[in-house]
């Protein structure tokens, strides 16, 4: 029952980062099961990826305190929420300008949207689902901002766990390993990048952003209703490795 095509009729969903890549897939994973889902991002949208499925496309910037109040000020329901916007910038993160760009982006802005979230959440004792990363787990020398926001992100949902409890309120995240993105075609395509990746890699394949989607409606169903403050890698063995 846990993936019925109706499980979450009735239900809205937003998808911050929902107009591409993994937050493309969760948004019509969850559409696909029935929730009305608004993905949010940045133009230029992707409208082809999404044709038929009924996702409502919306402009925004989760650094934006402006562009969150304008976004919420048009959603008068709200079940779930899943924060999938994120920015790297590998190399440039050591540049302290660059640093707090990243940080901005992908850790303060989950919280900003957890923050407008909850009143309404609280009203339909929904659930929210952040992105982490198997970079919440260990360093990257080349994506220090990018790590520390995922280890952030990671924090986050376990403070806002504890935190949205009593108002009915799950917080869990998902933490991707390798998934075949355009942000990461480049290593897809280098053999002696790809290679180490794929042979550390116990189940020895890229990620699809299906199967982060798959696991993030999973954590938005009644199956997972007394899991919060999860921080649930799919990385195919990679972390364990």
């Known amino acids: 029952m846990t993936f019925t095509p109706n499980l979450f009729q009735g239900k809205t969903a937003l998808v911050t980062g929902g107009t591409q890549g993994i937050g493309g897939a969760v948004a019509r994973q969850l559409a696909a099961m029935g929730a009305k889902v608004i993905a949010a991002g940045l133009p230029p949208f992707a409208t082809e990826e999404f044709s038929g499925t009924g996702v409502t496309l919306a402009e925004l910037n989760v650094a934006s305190e402006d562009s969150v109040r304008n976004l919420f000020s048009g959603i008068g329901k709200l079940d779930i929420v899943i924060n999938c916007a994120g920015i790297i910038?590998?190399?440039?993160e050591h540049e302290v300008e660059v640093f707090e760009q990243v940080i901005a982006v992908n850790l303060t802005g989950t919280m900003r949207i957890c923050s407008a979230a909850r009143a309404l959440l609280k009203e339909s004792k929904g659930c929210i689902v952040n992105l982490a990363s198997m970079l919440s787990f260990f360093g990257?020398?080349?994506v220090p901002a990018y790590s520390s926001s995922k280890g952030g992100v990671a924090q986050l949902t376990k403070s806002l766990a504890i935190a949205y409890a009593a108002d009915g309120i799950r917080v869990n995240a998902?933490?991707?390993?390798?998934?075949?993105?355009?942000?990461t075609q480049a290593l897809q395509e280098d053999p002696a990048r790809s290679g180490p990746i794929l042979q550390r890699t116990p189940l020895n394949r890229w990620g699809t952003p299906e199967d982060?989607?798959?696991?993030a409606a999973f954590l938005c169903t009644p199956a997972a209703s007394f899991m919060t403050g999860a921080v649930v890698p799919v990385?195919?063995?990679?972390?364990?490795?």
């Open 235 to 241: 990385d195919g063995g990679y972390l364990v490795s």
């Open 140 to 142: 990257g020398g080349l």
């Open 174 to 183: 998902v933490a991707p390993g390798w998934i075949a993105t355009p942000l």
């Open 89 to 92: 910038k590998r190399g440039a």
């Open 212 to 215: 982060i989607g798959n696991v």
